[in-house]
């Protein structure tokens, strides 16, 4: 029995006009991604007065959605030009064995490692807002530091043992993916022995990073919003709504995809909504980050100002 050396990733098939098209509207996405978010870095990192843990973490959170792009935006890019939805690191034909479960472990770990850092900074504004005067003794920027380690470490740890036993299960044929990732789903489907195990173990895992990150920002929440109806000045009240607004929606527009996604594999999702949610938490996401962040935020507004002027005048 002869062993699948490289996949074919399907994407979307239609006619070869709108793959042109829809090859136009992805890198536009991409750019104004790589842009946006590069642009928050630049400004937590050049302007002084965003030097404060809240800051620290949204550079961090931008560094790491343009990590988590790179992880599968390219090859979906080259899918589009080719003629038969193969895409590879090393050809733009095909994507090696190797090279789908590399793939599959990075856009996994950076999605990990972004659940981890949300909840992270709900924990901080929990912190600044119930606790404002233990905050600045709680929350160092060497406490936030060691935080985002701890996040990037555990998502990368997260799913390395299930996505190293998919790898070691036989797959004889077909290797066609109708995806636009290398994602589990699809694996499983072209395994040609059932693994039902790591299969729970896989969803289990998903479950638990998704749910009890999520869980834990909604009990965040839920404490600042009960702290903020105590406040007695409207516009303390205006300040920690706005403040804490960003974060919301951010949290609500990519865990909202992920559930759909990863916790209810029972459900028989379709291969189409299987694609347009994953290009969704994927792409779109880290696209309205930079976009909800700063528009929202006084202090990021003004150091994006700053950021854009000193590009202008040099």
């Not at 990733?9 to 890198?27: A, D, E, N, T």
């Not at 709680?138 to 790898?167: D, E, H, N, R």
Request: charged fraction near 10%; aromatic fraction near 14%; include cysteine.
């Amino acid at each position: 029995m002869e062993s699948v050396s490289e996949f074919i990733l399907l994407g979307f098939p239609c006619s070869r006009k709108i793959q042109v098209v829809l090859f136009m509207v992805f890198s536009i996405i991409y750019l104004l991604t790589l842009l946006g978010n590069g642009a928050i870095i630049c400004a937590v990192c050049w302007d002084r007065h965003l030097h404060t843990p809240m800051y620290i973490l949204l550079g961090n959170f931008a560094f790491l959605e343009i990590w988590y792009v790179n992880s599968t935006v390219p090859n979906t890019l080259a899918n589009f030009l080719s003629d038969t939805k193969a895409i590879s690191f090393t050809e733009i034909k095909t994507i090696s064995f190797v090279g789908c479960f590399l793939q599959f472990y990075f856009f996994f770990s950076l999605g990990t490692s972004e659940c981890f850092l949300l909840a992270v900074m709900a924990f901080d504004r929990y912190l600044a807002i119930c606790h404002p005067l233990h905050y600045p003794n709680i929350m160092t920027v060497q406490i936030c530091a060691k935080l985002v380690v701890i996040c990037w470490v555990c998502g990368f740890l997260w799913f390395l043992v299930p996505i190293v036993l998919i790898s070691q299960m036989p797959f004889c044929g077909p290797n066609v993916i109708d995806h636009v990732v290398c994602d589990p789903g699809p694996l499983f489907a072209l395994a040609c022995a059932s693994a039902p195990k790591i299969q729970l173990l896989c969803y289990t895992l998903s479950s638990l990073v998704i749910f009890g990150n999520f869980f834990f920002i909604l009990g965040s929440y839920t404490l600042v919003l009960l702290a903020v109806f105590r406040v007695p000045s409207a516009t303390g009240k205006q300040k920690a709504f706005s403040t804490c607004g960003s974060h919301l929606a951010v949290v609500s527009l990519f865990y909202g995809s992920l559930m759909v996604m990863y916790v209810s594999p029972g459900l028989g999702h379709s291969a189409g909504m299987q694609k347009v949610a994953t290009l969704f938490y994927a792409m779109v996401t880290p696209l309205f980050n930079p976009l909800i962040y700063s528009l929202r935020n006084k202090d990021m507004k003004a150091a994006l100002k700053k950021v854009l002027g000193s590009y202008s005048i040099n």
